[in-house]
């Protein structure tokens, strides 16, 4: 598959927004090893542990090794995520190793962002306050232990100039949540969360809308963003397409 043009400038903001957006403040840890950025959320063993491929790598699976080591070192689990236009040798090399398949991502790009109606049943606040980081945390699915990490990692995201967390309430009570990162004249999405009980309304698309707004006041002029396969739809009606696949693989244990 020959790559997007735009694709190696996305990889850079996506890298930029893990290091940013990934990490626990004192808990977390974050390295550059063998042609990989290597983070360690500070979950402990998580999915959030990822090492991000550079744009070439000469010898994948030896990479991926010592990749492996400075995870197991840690006595952590990791994923790799795979770009599919770019990364059969390191996909061949990850199957080797032992990783398995966790699931496929598009990649996807909105470009030029388009003007976006006024959303009136959701009123749309940027997270500031201790309150309003317990609002975006409590959105959250995960695992009651790991709220006070989450939260410091929503804390330290939320002081970046460049982040926009963001929290939807309709009739006064928060439904949903989503993060906006500003790269100059890109944008990127991420962590899109609609409560359970609130799904299949139109949330989701209203939310991402708003947060797509903001991006275009703010001076950017294409937004992209990793999705889920079961989400593409939804923002294939906002106008975004998909440019790639991303292939993620990944280990429950520490592999050595």
Known sequence: MRQHPQAPAIDDAM????LILGRHPTAGAAEEVAGFTCIDAGLGVSSAN???P???LEAPLAALREVAAWFSFRGLNFRVDVPGDTGSQLLAACM???LEFWERQPLML???????PAIARLDVQAVRSDEDIAAFCALDDSDEADRPLVAAIVAAASRHDDVRLLVAAHRGEPV????????GRLATLHSLYVQPGRRRAGIGTDLTAAALSLA????AQAAALASTVAAASIYARLGFQPIR???VMGTRVPLF
């Open 245 to 247: 696949d991303t292939v």
């Open 15 to 18: 890298r930029r927004a893990a």
């Open 110 to 116: 909105l470009a030029p962002i388009p003007a976006f």
């Open 54 to 56: 550079g744009a070439t």
């Open 50 to 52: 990822v090492a991000l």
């Open 176 to 183: 949903a949540r989503i993060v906006l990162l500003l790269h």
């Open 216 to 219: 275009g006041a703010a001076g």
């Open 96 to 98: 080797t190793l032992g």
